[in-house]
């Protein structure tokens, strides 16, 4: 399974938890990526893996 958006990019970014005590411990964010069926250019209808954020905006046309 991807790990990367196919048209944006964006893939696992990595940061720290912060508790309370502000003691920090590594952890990784996530993209929130959806097996979308796509029409490319060529007309040909592929899948590819692509983040919530480029569905919202439009960047990427259903089939």
Request: one cysteine or more; a positive charge; glycine letters at 8%.
């Amino acid at each position: 399974m991807s790990k990367k958006c196919d048209i944006c990019g964006r893939s696992v970014s990595t940061g720290n938890n912060v508790s309370h005590s502000h003691k920090k411990t590594k952890r990784t964010f996530k993209p929130n990526l959806q097996p979308v069926k796509v029409v490319g250019e060529d007309g040909k209808i592929k899948r590819l893996m692509v983040c919530t954020r480029c569905l919202k905006s439009g960047k990427v046309q259903r089939a």
